[in-house]
T-cell receptor, first 116, second 113 residues
Framework: NAGVTQTPKFQVLKTGQSMTLQCAQD?????MSWYRQDPGMGLRLIHY???????DQGEVPNGYNVSRSTTEDFPLRLLSAAPSQTSVYFC???????????????FGPGTRLTVL | AQSVTQLDSQVPVFEEAPVELRCNYS??????LFWYVQYPNQGLQLLLK??????LVKSINGFEAEFNKSQTSFHLRKPSVHISDTAEYFC???????????FGAGTRLFVKA
């Protein structure tokens, strides 16, 4: 199993450009999430999905779009990049363990994005 | 609403000394609690978790954490740290049965020789 993979690892954009961060998992997990990590702020949830065709907003969704057409893939789109979106982006997947629920998250290696 | 507070942003400690990384949470319902570790230039990985049952949970590399419901805490401890434990540690909470996980701001552990 490759686990959770993310591409690219590094990206530099100019203000106003758009791009898509790719995320894929091969563990057949139902749930997938996108987080951004900024110094001193931990991880903040951008968008998440509880299954193919179902997405919802997290804590900081503005400026980002997602879709989930398959169980495996969960791309994150930056519509018009801004310097405030300079961050490290992590994709994560998880599954529900039994009736009690357990959302242990499995993280990808991250994408380091700089917006000039 | 859930929130997680990690009380120390940085913790320097000498090798073989004990360490405690503090975490407090707030929630009005039952919770699941997690500690994740992030080594330099890597993603996060699960260190240990509390779901139910025994309030003391342990990892395979010597860390342990105790769920204290009355104090709403989930502090992480290790009796003797190694240089290789240098990393950033994140406390996280999800409400029982829910999906969303809230992370603390992280604590950087520096282990010095």
């Amino acid at each position: 199993n490759a686990g959770v993979t993310q591409t690219p690892k590094f990206q530099v954009l100019k203000t106003g450009q758009s791009m898509t961060l790719q995320c894929a998992q091969d563990m057949n997990h139902e749930y997938m999430s996108w987080y951004r990590q900024d110094p001193g702020m931990g991880l903040r949830l951008i968008h998440y999905s509880v299954g193919a065709g179902i997405t919802d907003q997290g804590e900081v969704p503005n400026g980002y779009n997602v879709s989930r057409s398959t169980t495996e893939d969960f791309p994150l789109r930056l519509l018009s990049a801004a310097p405030s979106q300079t961050s490290v982006y992590f994709c994560a997947s998880s599954y529900r363990l039994g009736l009690a629920g357990d959302h242990t998250q499995y993280f990808g290696p991250g994408t380091r994005l700089t917006v000039l | 609403a859930q929130s997680v507070t990690q009380l120390d942003s940085q913790v320097p400690v000498f090798e073989e000394a004990p360490v405690e990384l503090r975490c407090n949470y707030s929630s009005s319902v039952s919770v699941y609690l997690f500690w994740y570790v992030q080594y330099p230039n890597q993603g996060l990985q699960l260190l240990l978790k509390y779901l139910s049952g025994s309030t003391l949970v342990k990892s395979i590399n010597g860390f342990e954490a105790e769920f204290n419901k009355s104090q709403t805490s989930f502090h992480l401890r290790k009796p003797s740290v190694h240089i290789s434990d240098t990393a950033e540690y994140f406390c996280a909470v999800s409400e029982g049965g829910g999906f969303k996980t809230i992370f603390g701001a992280g604590t950087r552990l520096f282990v010095k020789a």
